[in-house]
């Protein structure tokens, strides 16, 4: 494939149209310049500057995490945050849950013909800035064009790449019957953000996506000294889907306290208008750990020292039970079970 | 991200449907028996069962490579290959024309509510057949569902990372004044088989794609003590593209010889009737590679050990005229200027 590395033209008077055309993906000179004035110059980097069909990088002996997101999010554009953003912290947020620092990502786009090239400038700049805010570089990537009615304006995968921090072993295998489940902030703005946009609903105070890089507090909760044993982002399906997942990978039971789960009010009454649980709503910048019982204070800590995670929280625990079972104590002191859903809540959320 | 490797769920009676529905992209139950029953059967190993958001690793020290691309191609099947062998084979080739060694690779769906399932299987069991054949592993994954009319099918995004072996230094930097040019093997077949079907033509003998993987020719043109200067593929744009790109990275004009280069007789009427240039037609099993004129033989010798390269031929050099100008010497003596085509030839080929 001619991938972005394989650019610097003939540096011919750029011809720039509004929309992207079939053409802007054909291998030409369209696509060139394309990928000249919109991509290289919101990236540039000297990786991405070796012209070649990949990027190339000496590591040292160590542990490298590898990860990918596709982002098909709709509107492009939503309160905090837009499709490029999004597409930097997703994929830094999965290699941070993996206790990995994110070195490096890749950039790939699905255009639809038709685009306004201004929409992908914005979204291109929106990227760059995530990444140059985040630490990161984006040292490849590809374009698409696909026709009119067969895409939605412009889809983009993310690649990346981390280092993990020598001793660091996390994952669902390493969580233990009684440990503390931290919550490292409020629920549900993310998806409320988006869904608020494309509902043409207005809410009383603005409700913005959580969406944000959470490497950093990652970063400073493993350099504390604190024994971390999972970490999970709360995306698609949120906080309930994620504790599924972990009790099934964990084979325990969890056990979290939904007085201690904070909700913003105005997400709180977004959410009932809409029909929505809160606990299974995406979010773009929250995170759970799970850290023996004795370690709760250094980790919330380390945690509420970084703004994306100020609000931290312990909200529950890992019980013996030898079922991957998740229980939700309620405001009432009833118990109910959170299980996975089994439809759609939010279509396109991320 | 609910990633692939966040899989194994309740298992309950899976209920498969005949079709993608949203819900497959929601985080909830249907997209997790989605991901245990199409992908992780398809693609298991130990890394993606490692059940977390990303796949992990020790590397030793060394150099690695790491590169993208998404494939949109259309139609999703087409003779010799299909968007699942494609999307392996253009990952793993662009690895190759760095110097290495392909080791993993991720894998980014974006489905279209509707999507026939048993195409969805047929494809991600076509992409695991590749990837086990080139012995690389799919180690990390993403799965999103788009609105009907919003996609078209599949898209698929691969991400790869390799290894560089020691010593390799392979770029358009390096290629120098004399270089011969090198042409792993015959022209055109690739975008004649996407469009014969896209248009429902049927020529004189059947026409396959040449999707391959080059890794291997690569790593004993390599291993065979040539120096090589530069390599790259020749897909979207073909040959003349490639040139293009190369000489203006290179800062040299470029010469080839029309008599030298392959072009099936099938693919060349094909061509004649579809108006197209095989130069300039994407190929998918087919690399140029820079080498000193001195090397030439020892290079050829080595890429024909290989069925991929068999037909490896020297097709011209590299000049020291010092502006970026890629000039053809016709069968008939003359000299054509190849520039970069500025419309489209052939959208959605790749």
């Known amino acids: 494939m001619a991938d972005h590395q394989a650019l610097h033209l003939h540096c011919s008077v750029p011809v720039r149209s509004a929309t992207v055309q079939l053409a802007h993906g054909g291998g030409g000179r369209l696509m060139q310049e394309l990928i000249r004035d919109i991509f290289v110059r919101a990236f540039d980097n000297p990786m991405l500057a070796q012209l070649h069909d990949g990027a190339t990088w ?104 981390g280092v993990v921090p020598p001793g660091i072993r996390i994952g669902p295998d390493e969580v233990k019957s009684g440990d503390a489940i931290l919550l490292s902030g409020d629920l549900g703005s993310h998806g409320v953000a988006v869904l608020s946009v494309r509902e043409g609903l207005r809410f009383t105070g603005e409700i913005e996506s959580d969406s944000a890089p959470l490497h950093r507090v990652v970063r400073d909760l493993l350099g504390s000294g604190v024994p971390v044993h999972c970490l999970r982002d709360l995306t698609r399906g949120g906080l309930a889907s994620a504790l599924n997942e972990l009790a099934v990978g964990a084979n325990s039971g969890m056990t979290i306290e939904e007085s201690l789960i904070p909700v913003r009010e105005s997400v709180r009454g977004a959410c009932e208008l809409l029909g929505l649980d809160p606990l299974y709503v995406a979010n773009e910048g929250r995170f759970i750990a799970f850290v023996p019982e004795s370690h709760v204070d250094e980790a919330l800590a380390a945690m509420r020292r970084h703004r994306v995670a100020h609000q931290a929280v312990r909200i529950g625990s890992v019980t013996d039970v030898g079922s991957p079972i998740v229980a939700l104590r309620t405001v009432l002191g009833t118990h109910r079970i959170l299980d996975l859903l089994s439809g759609e809540q939010l279509p396109r959320i991320c």
Chains 1, 2 share one sequence.
């Open 58 to 161: 000496p590591v040292a002996e160590g542990t490298l995490a590898f990860t990918t997101d596709s982002y098909v999010v709709s509107p492009l554009f939503f309160p905090g945050g837009d499709i490029g953003s999004l597409a930097v912290h997703g994929t830094i947020n999965d290699l941070a849950m993996c206790g990995a620092m994110p070195l490096y990502l890749s950039a790939g786009f699905i255009l639809e013909e038709g685009l306004s090239m201004e929409t992908l400038q914005n979204v291109v700049e929106s990227m760059a800035k995530a990444a140059e805010e985040a630490g990161v570089q984006v040292v490849t990537g590809d374009t698409k064009v696909v026709d009119r009615g067969k895409g939605d304006g412009v889809f983009i995968n993310t690649a990346g790449i």
